[in-house]
């Protein structure tokens, strides 16, 4: 058993509280209220974080503090709701480093309850990861360390406590977490790139809210959890976003813990997306809309003319066989952000044709093949057990895995540690949206993704790393597994 003691003994407390299959969430229950906010507050940029560099033995290490913490948010203006945020009340700063530099995160646990700091998509030892078994006290603290060590990207981070993620992040624990490359000349140096300005962060998630405008939870609603029907920019409903350049790159994340967005603009213009979850496409690729499910990214890039108005719209999403068709989170349309482009906008370079092919995808021959099937909250018949390891891989070994959804409604497929390719679905290539750099991608009923990628280079014979179903009711009810990367 490659679990200390005690992490075991905590690990058997957490299965005991998570015996009913459903949690109990705080705010559970009650009736859902889509208050009618008009679109007109400012949006929210989170603070850019770009820590303090301190200076030991071992060199210089890009330091930053992360407090978890509750607070209130107005979801409704003048109704104060239960929150959770880091250093603040709610959401957490951006924070921002370079590929090569070793970063480390100072976290000081502030809530009333345990949490950990999970770096979804990033490239990190086990150990540093900050999954189910990192859990840190009320009080307590923590200061993982790595080096960043992989392409420029928008990855996030969020709680990882299992049996409540869906709750924590639910009351607003999540934040992007920027990757640049050190010395950026080459292509991606064209795009928008002033934080704030013309490079804007996106946190969209849905909120079920009540009549005194706090965050409900509906475990028991459908078979995808909670599905809440208004929708949270940086976590501000009717947000508006003033535009002064020519083009804007929007870094969005859905954040949701169950719903898909189908993002595109009102009128149908067409935008270019420039990076999925874990990087660079290889060439810009023009769109009308791109689908993301919970904790995907895309990064897009929209022109807008002087004085016009133009609302980011989530259209119904494509949810293949779904049945019945309209259930789980389909058939509807959102309007989620509105963007005002000044009476004279700065002009912005033009977008490059190229960025530069990507790697091919690991050799199939040579790696090792492993099978997935999705059903119901199990992984391959099996729930989470945190004392469990599911496999054991070799650093850095090649791996493809074959993911089957056998439900009539959706998953999504998250591994941490590492970025991935998608190689086909149902023996098809995949959309171009979906064929770059890959840490989460949607399972839709009775598909099967088949993913490759190297395994971490980092071995740790005591600290695994997750596989699971991001969203985020299924995480809880232990749609997860765990491998460790072995010598
Ligand atoms: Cu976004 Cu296992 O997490
Ligand atoms: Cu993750
Ligand atoms: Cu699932």
Request: charged share 20%; aromatic share 8%; net charge negative.
């Amino acid at each position: 058993m490659p679990l200390t003691r005690r992490a075991f003994l905590r690990a058997a407390s957490a299965a005991a509280v998570l015996a009913p299959a459903a949690p109990a969430l705080a705010g559970c229950g009650g009736t859902e209220d889509v208050p009618t906010v008009p679109f007109g507050a400012r949006l929210p940029i989170p603070p850019l974080d770009q820590g303090t560099v301190e200076t030991s033995d071992g060199g210089p290490v890009r330091t930053f503090r992360l407090a978890p913490q509750a607070g209130t948010h107005e979801y409704v203006p003048g109704k104060a709701a239960e929150s959770m945020g880091y250093n603040g009340a709610y959401l957490g700063p951006t924070l921002r480093a370079a590929r090569g530099e070793k970063v480390r995160i100072r976290i000081e646990n502030r809530l009333s309850e345990a949490t950990t700091v999970h770096f979804h998509g990033m490239a990190l030892p086990a150990a540093a990861d900050g999954g189910p078994h990192a859990m840190i006290d009320p009080g307590g603290s923590a200061a993982p360390e790595w080096t960043i060590d992989q392409p420029a990207a928008t990855l996030w981070y969020h709680p990882h406590p299992h049996g409540s993620t869906e709750k924590q992040v639910g009351l607003g624990l999540a934040g992007l977490f920027l990757l640049d490359e050190a010395h950026d000349g080459g292509p991606a140096a064209a795009l928008p790139h002033q934080y704030g300005v013309d490079d804007i962060p996106l946190i969209i998630q849905d909120r079920r809210l009540d009549g005194s405008g706090k965050v409900t939870f509906d475990p028991s609603g459908n078979s995808l959890g909670t599905l809440g029907n208004s929708i949270a920019a940086n976590g501000t409903l009717g947000a508006v976003l003033p535009v002064t350049t020519q083009r804007v790159r929007l870094r969005i994340l859905n954040a949701s813990a169950g719903r898909w967005f189908r993002f595109g603009f009102a009128d149908r213009r067409r935008f270019h997306m420039v990076a999925s979850d874990g990087g660079l496409l290889a060439a810009p690729l023009e769109l009308d809309a791109v689908q993301l499910s919970p904790a995907e990214r895309a990064e897009i890039v929209v022109e807008l003319r002087p004085g016009e108005s133009v609302m980011l719209r989530s259209f119904a999403p494509d949810l293949g066989r779904v049945s019945p068709p309209d259930a789980f989170g389909g058939g509807r349309d959102f309007d989620v952000v509105r963007l005002d482009a000044a009476a004279s906008l700065a002009p912005s370079s033009a977008l490059p044709s190229a960025f530069g092919a990507l790697p091919a995808p690991v050799e199939a021959r040579t790696a090792t093949s492993r099978s997935f099937t999705f059903s119901g909250r199990q992984i391959n018949g099996r729930t989470m057990d945190m004392g469990r390891i599911d496999f054991t891989a070799a650093p850095g070994a090649p791996e493809v895995w074959f993911v089957d959804n056998v439900n009539p409604y959706q998953h999504n497929l998250h591994v941490h540690g590492v970025q991935f390719r998608l190689l086909d679905i149902n023996g098809a290539p995949p959309p171009p949206e979906r064929a770059g750099w890959k840490d989460t991608i949607p399972l839709l009923p009775r598909e099967r993704n088949r993913i490759a990628f190297r395994m971490p280079r980092y071995a740790d014979a005591e600290h695994p790393y997750m596989y699971h179903c991001h969203l985020l009711t299924h995480e809880d009810q232990g749609m997860m597994g765990q491998f460790t990367v072995g010598t």
